[in-house]
């Protein structure tokens, strides 16, 4: 090559030029990687707030399945998994960070990093979501009556309440509840038979036509538990 100079050589002496480099090699030294964040233990106020945005929500069992399974795909570790655990046939529970802009499920690893068990925020975000949703409905409005209750965020969650054995109790029994949708919830006299005939075909229109289904199911009361209808 002429002179003993590549054309890289070359390339790179202009380079520093323009850049005002004293030499060419410092033209080509790498740029230095930028710092990882270190992983820092939240405050006791951080962890505070963040549970104090905690829900316990009803969906279809299934949900932390599918979602994990994506998530799996993306290559996250065993505990970015979704935490569910089972409620009743076709239902199961999550926890929720609610915050303005999304609600992000609680993973396994959320539950280390506070230092708490399930159990403890299981009940403290049942004890929240709660105090969101509207009351049950009173004994003396849904006997012989259909009552659909107010729609909600998490309304789905207000089969967590306390009550409704209560209401069972005054309808003899035949109380029929339905979720088809996360905002959707109804509670039935179901002592008449025609309504008890056109009932599955109705929550399974409802179902097919939510934006976040829930359940085509119908339930009711048995030994303190939600079970579904045969």
Known sequence: MAAGKSIFGKAVGFAAGLLGAGSAQAAVTPA???DVATPTTPTDAEVE????????????AGYAARRN???AERGAQPDDAIFATPYA?????????????????????????????PDEVMTRARRQVLALLPPLPTAEKLVGNVV??????????????????????ALDGHMRVVVPADDLLMAIDAREADLRT???AFVRAKFDDANRAISPLIYRRQNGAWVAVE
């Open 32 to 34: 230095k990687a930028p």
């Open 49 to 60: 707030a963040e549970l104090s945005s905690l829900r316990l929500v009803v969906r279809d």
């Open 69 to 71: 399974r994506i998530l």
């Open 89 to 117: 046939t076709g239902l199961e529970l999550i926890v929720v960070a609610d915050s303005a802009q999304s609600g992000r499920p609680w993973m396994l690893r959320d539950f280390a990093r506070v230092q708490l068990t």
């Open 148 to 169: 659909a209750l107010p729609k909600a965020d998490y309304l789905a969650s207000l089969m967590l309440a306390d009550g409704w054995d209560d209401l069972d109790e």
């Open 198 to 200: 056109q009932l599955p």
